[in-house]
């Protein structure tokens, strides 16, 4: 049971795993509420203390982004978990100083050293972690068609969005010279409000994830009959719904009818990627709240259409 009031950089917690055994993390970044976790390769049925070996290293897994070998840090939100126990306070190591991270886990959870316990399965029992990850998906992916609520993220500011949006230069000939500025502009901001701005996006574009739009996206509309109906198509048309401006936006939402008919704008999706790769170098890596994918807001199509 954890008692410790406040968290610093360099704290070190136990961490409970499935089969009663234990790992541990280490803090190595905090930015407000938010903690930039290095996740050790300790893994044993004894709660690790001060001394353990395993601590002192962060565990190496696969990148999903490029496939190579690469220690793992994830940024948690929250509160620290009550299941987790602090076993005391290592200062970074000059390697550790300002390492970062794209990976966002999420809530701070009691299930934040998880990875170790799946790579210590995969090598210790490859065939039934293989089956243990299959079943878990499929429940996973049940519950989520059953129980799935979407709810948005922390958003960037409603006006500073749209003040980035009116960047978008119609004037341009090419839809890359059209979002230059914008995403110049963008990459000028913190990473987190990078991933604010995304999440902004991805709840604008959900919330015209509807029928009613759907219907009145042009030659391609939906209808139950019609089989030239495309998702994809409906995505980019709602992105360039968003693209034209916040006062555009509200009215098509209100009133779907005004939707711009035979009309894409998929480029706007890239905004955030383009715009964290310019700031920091490498691919953007982000899981929204709301998914902007078509079919996705419940309260927007028949529940036979529904993801």
């Not at 550790?96 to 809530?107: C, D």
């Not at 519950?143 to 948005?152: G, L």
């Not at 922390?154 to 960047?167: A, G």
């Not at 920091?280 to 529904?306: A, H, I, L, V």
Request: with cysteine.
């Amino acid at each position: 049971m954890n008692s410790k009031k406040s968290v610093q950089v360099g704290d070190i917690f136990a961490t409970p795993l499935p089969m009663n055994k234990y790992g541990a993390v280490k803090v190595m970044d905090i930015i407000d509420r938010s903690y930039l976790l290095g996740i050790t390769s300790y893994i044993d049925e004894q709660i690790p203390t001060i001394e353990s070996k395993g601590i002192h290293q962060i565990l190496i897994t696969e990148s999903i982004a490029d496939g190579l070998e690469k220690p793992l840090f994830e940024w948690v939100d929250g509160k620290l978990p009550k299941e987790l126990s602090f076993i005391g306070n290592i200062p970074l190591t000059t390697d550790e100083i300002g390492v970062e991270s794209n990976i966002y886990a999420g809530k701070w959870s009691k299930e934040c050293g998880i990875d170790v316990y799946y790579k210590w399965r995969e090598a210790t029992d490859p065939q039934g972690f293989k089956h243990e990850m299959q079943k878990k998906i499929e429940e996973s992916d049940t519950y989520a068609r059953k129980n799935m609520i979407s709810k948005p993220k922390k958003m960037m500011d409603n006006q500073v969005f749209w003040e980035i949006i009116s960047l978008l230069d119609w004037s341009k000939e090419t839809e890359e010279a059209i979002v230059d500025a914008a995403i110049k502009k963008l990459s000028t901001f913190t990473v987190w409000k990078i991933r604010h701005f995304e999440e902004a996006l991805s709840y604008k574009l959900f919330l015209l994830d509807t029928e009613e739009h759907a219907k009145e996206m042009g030659e391609h509309c939906f209808s139950p009959q019609n089989q030239h109906f495309s998702p994809d198509l409906f995505l980019y048309a709602r992105c360039a719904v968003v693209a034209r401006g916040k006062g555009f936006f509200e009215d098509v939402l209100s009133t779907p009818s005004k939707m711009l008919k035979d009309t894409e704008f998929e480029i706007l999706l890239s905004l955030s990627s383009e715009a964290y790769y310019l700031k920091k170098g490498y691919d953007f890596e982000y899981m929204s709240g709301c998914s902007y994918e078509t079919f996705s807001n419940r309260e927007g199509w028949p529940e036979e259409f529904q993801q």
